[in-house]
């Protein structure tokens, strides 16, 4: 079991060694992020929008909209956004520690697929019987987990309960400073939010074809895959504060 550090690092020195560490790295770093984007959101839209097998479509009487509904896209992300979580964890522990920028590393889970698997099913479940009580329960178990992928992905001989135990000891005392690292990232939350907001208004009032529908989302996507590269770095040092990896020299941040 690791040892129990509390993260005193102020969430700004945080961010600062982030940006100094994607500093000339940005494109590369996000060509990885959006290869990732690709296989976990782009492939099962695609598979909503126009592969018809499994699809059934559903009225929604709030908007007045009909929605496709797609089971094979449902079972894709069940199956596969496990081992898709582990490989985006291996490729920014590369990263962040060897600049090692293989986006090659999106795909390690599928050598550790019954595992990543395991973790995703069990996690789910604790989260989801936490939300069973109240939803404030249901926050904090996904805060307390929150540590278990990059813990697999830093050592893969681990299983999927060692690593549940090992994120939840981490995480003692360390659940709030995570949830305002997050919280210090709002107004980028916003920003890149904006995008996808406009067209799910406009689609409200406009009857657009599946095509062009499509098109407008992965556009929308464009700068969350911008926002997954600054906040997974900052939450990969904050892993590498937690476990011990790293020590701030202060005087090296920028």
């Known amino acids: 079991m690791p040892k ?10 945080i961010r600062g060694i982030s940006r100094k560490e994607l500093s000339g790295n940005w494109i590369k770093v996000t060509l990885g992020v959006a290869l990732y984007f690709l296989l976990s959101v782009i ?8 592969v018809k ?12 909209q009909t929605v496709n509904v797609s089971t094979l896209s449902t079972l894709y992300q069940f199956f596969l ?4 979580m582990f490989g985006l964890c291996s490729f920014f522990i590369a990263f962040f520690r060897r600049k090692d920028i293989n986006p090659g590393y999106i795909f390690n889970g599928f050598e550790y697929y019954t595992k990543t698997f395991l973790l995703m099913i069990v996690m789910g479940a604790l989260i989801f019987l936490q939300l069973l009580l109240l939803i404030v329960p249901g926050i904090i178990a996904a805060y307390r987990y929150s540590q278990a ?10 299983g999927p309960m060692q690593c549940i135990q090992e994120s939840k000891f981490m995480m003692n005392g360390n659940k709030m400073k995570l949830f305002l690292l997050e919280l210090s990232f709002i107004w980028w939350i916003i920003l890149a939010a904006i995008p996808l907001c406009f067209i799910s208004a406009y689609t409200v009032t406009h009857s657009l ?22 906040m997974g770095i900052a939450k990969t040092v904050f892993y590498d504060l937690l476990s011990g990896h790293l020590i701030v020299n202060h005087q090296s941040i920028v």
């Open 209 to 230: 074809t599946s095509g062009l529908l499509f098109l407008l989302n992965v556009v929308g996507y464009i700068p969350l895959v911008f926002l997954q590269v600054y």
């Open 4 to 13: 129990n550090i509390i993260v005193t690092e102020q969430n700004h020195v």
């Open 149 to 158: 992928f990059y813990i697999m992905a830093d050592d893969p001989a681990k």
């Open 43 to 50: 492939i099962p839209l695609f598979m909503e929008s126009f």
């Open 53 to 64: 097998i499994g699809r059934t479509t559903q009225y929604i009487e709030s908007t007045g």
């Open 81 to 84: 956004t496990g081992a898709f």
